[in-house]
């Protein structure tokens, strides 16, 4: 009998990954500068993305629909920024934790003590955040940029160096999360169990593992890398708050935790698409190759989100307690 | 007059009154009087036939949003949505309210009503179907569909769709053909959206769609048990929701707006959810929770101009009445009222798949 890792079959993940890094490398060797910008793009501005995607798997996967991640995100992007201007980026990537984790546990005490609703509890974080972000807004604040990191010699890899070897510490963070979060989830006590809770919390409950206790944690914890994934926008990306900044993004991670069925690095991979793909249409653009108004190009993830639910909805499976309250 | 009638609205309005309390503390931690606020706000909304007339207009729209949120959760379906759909009512009404001049009143507005309703009912209907058909989750489908056409809007607005010769991006302004004004100080769109609502609620409450509606949000697969088509009737909520947000862009272009401005509509599809749960998924409870929103939203330029406080504070409080209404426990605990007052509330998330 062969020994168990051969017998399993590769991750999903696996091959996408090793397709889409075949065909970055051979748009690279016949377009260099161009496939290096439309990479670094889609990198760039798909590991927001990744990181709020995370925080949905976590809540999905111990049965806790999250449709709040848009407001954790906007409360940690506000959180983060403020707290940076007053005391430091530090402080403010701490901040942002600490509201988002506010947020999951908001959302935790309607959905496991309470039975509220989930949907609905999220959609009012949504809106309270966005009223609270608004309202409390001040202009004419600065604040300190995050250092950029590199990691010495694989930082001089051509095409893979600059993007993933020399980032900033929340992108970094951001591919430490996924890959732990990928091998915690199904090879730990506290992964199984996670996903025992959200797949048959009854039977879960059976063997002694605390559902109520796994639930309050997960959403809080998921709650935190979406405030981190919001500071990721305002402290680290641009340096700025403005309203409504996180502009759909937390809808986007939940579409991306569809799309790669509740798997962390199968959710990475489809954040990388649609980061490819818009960078591919904005260099196009730019290059003057095709000639799209500017808010086409906003619809690009938006549109492909809805064919890929409507072509592959039917071959996921969710996790079977998501969205119910227990017991 | 049965008091116990009146015992669903006690939770809502303790919440509403509880939410403004919060209001006001915060507007004074924020260094601003609520007195003055309050004055701002009555000022604004109520003060005589012109500041009704304002909270009358700006409560059309949200009825009409308030009313598609509530059959879509009849059916168990969140639509999400109202605001793109909504959205799509606005432009296209305003399109044919511009562009088809030289029609008789009584064809061009029933005709651009028409086409608001038929074009906002379009986005929700394709989720409809997706949802029926492939399982797609609406409120993920109507979220995307918001941000399209939020961004094809904007680029109608801006480009094919703009008046020529100016710099805003906005639409020419409706003929008079198509306009709706007031009749005796009485905006029309607010007389159609009194009438919309007892037709809801009647078909609601009275007719087999409505049982068929209420039957497959209550339990699909009873449901599907008894004979009823699930996919058709999600189908037809769905598309109805959008008609009714649809109809809620098209009164507001053609009675308040006057033409098509992206900016002007922001936000009224979220109301609608707010209103819904106010209204505790009643449609007879839809006006009362409007005009509460609307005389807000009226206010905000005299509270920002009045009182010097920000207009957002509006979206707070409507936050935290939100919040209470959604969380009864929070409130329960908070005002130390009975169990008895606070139950039954809204259950519709089934998960992302079945």
Redesign the interface.
């Known amino acids: 009998m062969r020994p168990a890792w051969v017998r399993r079959r590769p991750p999903p993940a696996l091959g996408v990954a090793a397709a889409l890094l075949v065909a970055a490398f051979l748009a690279y060797a016949i377009w260099g500068f161009r496939a290096a910008a439309v990479a670094g793009f889609a990198v760039r501005s798909c590991t927001p993305l990744a990181l709020a995607a995370m925080c949905g798997i976590l809540c999905e996967r111990t049965g806790v629909i999250n449709i709040g991640i848009e407001g954790q995100m906007l409360l940690g992007a506000f959180a983060g920024f403020f707290g940076a201007a007053a005391f430091g980026v530090v402080f403010g990537v701490l901040a942002a934790a600490i509201i988002g984790a506010l947020g999951g546990a908001f959302l935790a005490v309607c959905a496991v003590s309470w039975r509220v609703d989930q949907i609905i509890a999220g959609a009012v974080i949504n809106i309270v955040a966005m009223g609270f972000t608004t309202f409390f807004y001040r202009p004419g604040f600065v604040i300190g940029s995050l250092p950029t990191w590199q990691i010495p010699l694989l930082a001089d890899l051509p095409l893979l160096g600059p993007i993933f070897f020399r980032a900033q510490p929340l992108a970094f963070l951001t591919f430490a999360v996924v890959i732990g979060l990928q091998v915690t989830l199904f090879r730990t006590t506290w992964g199984l169990r996670t996903t025992a809770v959200g797949e048959h919390p009854g039977a879960a409950d059976t063997v002694g593992v605390n559902v109520a206790r796994y639930r309050y944690g997960n959403v809080m914890l998921g709650g935190a890398l979406a405030g981190l994934a919001g500071a990721m926008l305002s402290v680290e990306i641009t340096g700025s708050f403005d309203r409504a900044m996180t502009a759909g993004r937390g809808f986007l991670a939940l579409a991306i935790v569809i799309m790669g069925r509740w798997r962390p690095m199968l959710a990475w991979t489809a954040a990388l698409l649609f980061g490819l793909l818009s960078g591919l249409v904005n260099q196009l653009n730019f290059d003057q190759v095709i000639d799209v108004p500017p808010q086409f190009v906003a619809m690009v993830p938006y549109g492909t989100t809805i064919v890929v639910l409507a072509v592959f909805s039917t071959r996921v499976r969710p996790p079977a307690a998501a969205g119910r309250p227990y017991p | 007059m049965n008091l116990d009638r009146l015992r669903p609205a006690i939770l809502p309005v303790a919440a509403v009154v509880v939410a403004l309390t919060i209001g006001a503390v915060?507007v004074a931690v924020d260094g601003s009087s609520p007195l003055g606020a309050a004055t701002a706000i009555w000022v604004a909304a109520f003060s005589g036939p012109d500041a009704i007339g304002a909270t009358l207009e700006k409560a059309t729209p949200l009825v009409f949003a308030g009313l598609a949120v509530i059959v879509g959760v009849k059916a168990g379906l969140?639509n999400?949505g109202a605001q793109g759909q909504l959205l799509v009512g606005a432009i296209t009404s305003a399109y044919a309210g511009y562009r088809f001049a030289g029609l008789s009143p009584l064809v061009h507005l029933p005709l651009c009503l028409l086409i608001g309703v038929v074009f906002g009912a379009l986005p929700a209907w394709l989720a409809g179907v997706?949802r029926a058909k492939?399982?797609?989750h609406e409120?993920?489908?109507t979220?995307?569909?918001?941000?399209?056409i939020f961004?094809?809007t904007?680029?109608l607005a801006g480009?094919p769709w703009m008046e020529p010769g100016q710099v805003i991006s906005r639409t020419p302004p409706i003929v008079g053909s198509a306009r709706m004004g007031r009749v005796a100080g009485l905006p029309t769109g607010f007389v159609l959206a009194m009438l919309v609502t007892v037709a809801v609620w009647f078909m609601l409450e009275h007719t087999t769609f409505g049982f068929r509606l209420a039957t497959v949000g209550a339990n699909r697969h009873a449901a599907h048990y008894a004979g009823i088509s699930v996919g058709a009737v999600t189908v037809a909520a769905m598309t109805l929701s959008g008609a009714l947000a649809g109809l809620g862009g098209a009164v507001e272009s053609l009675g308040v707006v006057g033409r098509f401005e992206p900016g002007f509509n922001a936000g009224l599809g979220?109301d609608g959810?707010?209103i819904a749960?106010l209204a505790r998924v009643s449609p007879r409870a839809v006006v009362p929770a409007a005009l509460f929103i609307g005389a807000l939203r009226a206010s905000s330029s005299e509270l920002q101009a009045g009182a010097h406080v920000?207009p957002?504070?509006?979206?707070?409080v409507?936050?935290?009445a939100?919040?209470l209404v959604?969380?009864?426990?929070?409130l329960r605990w908070l005002l130390r009222m009975p169990p008895s007052l606070s139950t039954a509330?809204?259950?519709?998330?089934?998960?992302?798949?079945s």
């Open positions: 915060i969140f999400i997706l492939r399982g797609v409120v993920i489908v979220i995307m569909l918001n941000t399209i961004n094809l904007d680029w480009g979220f959810i707010t749960l920000a957002a504070i509006v979206d707070v409507l936050g935290v939100l919040l959604a969380a009864p426990l929070l509330e809204v259950q519709f998330t089934r998960g992302w798949g």
